[in-house]
C-alpha cells in the first residue's frame, strides 16, 4: 500500500507565496515521474508542473515563472513552490506519483487533495 500525504494549502493573498509539500510511503521500489495537478471551481483538472526521476521538469504556460517544482528522493517526497500567486491559481491541487512496488511494474497513486485560494 501506497500513501501521498499533500500539506501546505491555505489562504494568501495575491502576490503572495505557498510551498506545497506531497510524501509518498508505504511498499515503495521507486518513484519515476511525480507531479502536481489542479482542478478549479467548473474545470477540468489540469497539470501544473511535473518532475522526473532525475530532475527535469515540466510546467503549465501559466505557472513557467512563478512556481517551481522540486523533490527529495530520499524522502519520497516531492515540493511546489508556488510565488506571485494569481487569483485564478485557485484550485484544489492534487499530488501525482508513478510508484513502482515491484519492478517493473508502475502505479500511479494521487494525494486527497489541498485547497489553495488566492484572494484579490
Known amino acids: 500500500q501506497v500513501q501521498l500525504v499533500e500539506s501546505g494549502g491555505g489562504l494568501v493573498q495575491a502576490g503572495g507565496s505557498l510551498r506545497l509539500s506531497c510524501a509518498a510511503s508505504?511498499?515503495?521500489?521507486?518513484?519515476?515521474?511525480m507531479g502536481w495537478y489542479r482542478r478549479a471551481p467548473g474545470k477540468q483538472r489540469e497539470l501544473v508542473a511535473s518532475?522526473?526521476?532525475?530532475?527535469?521538469?515540466n510546467y503549465a504556460d501559466s505557472v513557467k515563472g512563478r512556481f517551481a517544482i522540486s523533490r527529495d528522493n530520499a524522502k519520497n517526497t516531492v515540493y511546489l513552490q508556488m510565488n506571485s500567486l494569481k487569483p485564478e491559481d485557485t484550485a484544489v491541487y492534487y499530488c501525482?506519483?508513478?510508484?513502482?512496488?515491484?519492478?517493473?511494474?508502475?502505479?500511479?497513486?494521487w494525494g486527497q487533495g489541498t485547497q489553495v485560494t488566492v484572494s484579490s
Open positions: 501525482n506519483a508513478g510508484v513502482v512496488v515491484t519492478p517493473p511494474f508502475q502505479y500511479d497513486y
Open positions: 508505504g511498499s515503495i521500489f521507486s518513484i519515476n515521474a
Open positions: 518532475i522526473n526521476s532525475i530532475g527535469s521538469t
